[in-house]
T-cell receptor, first 115, second 114 residues
């Protein structure tokens, strides 16, 4: 069974600085998808970024980028120029090919942004 | 609002009562997923449905929980004889079913069992 591990329960960053959130996963599949979701205090789950395992190029979305290391099964999220609105829980998630395509989530990292 | 709709947003039940949670997928989406989030935890998959079919219920508790997605109307997650341990946030997500299409989440239903 696939597992997703987020080893940082909490992180903090100064406004305008850069922070990196870590995620590792375990799978025997060769093709799969990885996601970062943001959950602000409203608790709505918001997709931040998505990475297809077959793509070597790291995904980017404005201030958000990932460092995808397939061999190491690592998928970290970098947030540049942090803003107060970035404060939230961040969840790393895995989805395999075929089957039910269910998402397997890590336990999350709580990000605090200090003014 | 073309997003995933869930209602009610908050639901309070006493032990032994039934809870019914509703999910209307995004327009054009025919695949629905239910997840549960216990306090201080990540989301855990419960069940995956397409119209009139349960595709994967490997995450559903064996008793008291059931889900449906009828041809017409929203998907329903039903919890019979609720217990305090059922208190959680229940999220619905939908996708178009195209291969590896991203799942989009609703705002969740917070269930509190007294």
């Amino acid at each position: 069974a696939q597992t997703v591990t987020q080893s940082q329960p909490e992180m903090s960053v100064q406004e305008a600085e850069t922070v990196t959130l870590s995620c590792t996963y375990d799978t025997s599949e060769s093709d799969y998808y990885l996601f970062w979701y943001k959950q602000p205090p409203s608790r709505q789950m918001i997709l931040v970024i998505r990475q297809e395992a077959y793509k070597q190029q790291n995904a980017t979305e404005n201030r958000f980028s990932v460092n995808f290391q397939k061999a190491a099964k690592s998928f970290s999220l970098k947030i540049s120029d942090s803003q107060l609105g970035d404060a939230a829980m961040y969840f790393c998630a895995y989805s395999g090919q075929g089957g039910s395509e269910k998402l397997v989530f890590g336990k999350g990292t709580k990000l605090t942004v200090n003014p | 609002n073309a997003g995933v709709m869930q209602n009610p947003r908050h639901l309070v039940r006493r032990r032994g009562q039934e809870a019914r949670l509703r999910c209307s997928p995004m327009k054009g989406h025919s695949h629905v997923y239910w997840y549960r989030q216990l306090p201080e935890e990540g989301l855990k998959f419960m069940v995956y449905l397409q119209k009139e079919n349960i595709i994967d219920e490997s995450g559903m508790p064996k008793e008291r929980f059931s889900a449906e997605f009828p041809k017409e109307g929203p998907s329903i997650l039903r919890i019979q004889q609720v217990v305090r341990g059922d208190s959680a946030a229940y999220f619905c997500a939908s996708s178009s079913g195209n291969f590896q299409e991203t799942q989009y989440f609703g705002p969740g239903t917070r269930l509190l069992v007294l």
